[in-house]
């Protein structure tokens, strides 16, 4: 992994976790790795992430592989269809999304 892509990674992988309130040691229980090696990819010290756990993180995390690896995941598009059905879910995104802007 590139030295920008680790940096990037080590920053958004913290910034998602704490969005999701889990420390490194829940995160690293739910995604099968130790709290040192989610310390490590954190710190931008972790060479090599398998896919299998990359995979994993983003599921705990609620995020894309895509999204840990950009410079600036708050540019990401986001579309949103409005309707009856979904207003609270809307809701709930827009305040997870505060959170992680802050």
Not at 79 to 92: Q, R, T, Y
């Amino acid at each position: 992994m590139k030295t920008d892509e680790r940096a990037n990674t080590a920053k958004n992988l913290r910034q998602y976790r704490l969005v999701k309130g889990l420390k490194q040691k829940e995160l690293a229980a739910k995604v099968g790795l130790s709290t040192d090696t989610i310390s490590k990819i954190e710190l931008g010290k972790q060479n090599n992430i398998g896919m299998k756990y990359l995979v994993s993180i983003c599921r705990e995390l609620d995020s894309s592989i895509e999204e840990l690896f950009m410079a600036d995941p708050k540019r990401i598009r986001l579309d949103l269809v409005v309707s009856d059905k979904n207003v609270d879910v809307i809701k709930a995104a827009i305040e997870a999304f505060k959170k992680f802007f802050e």
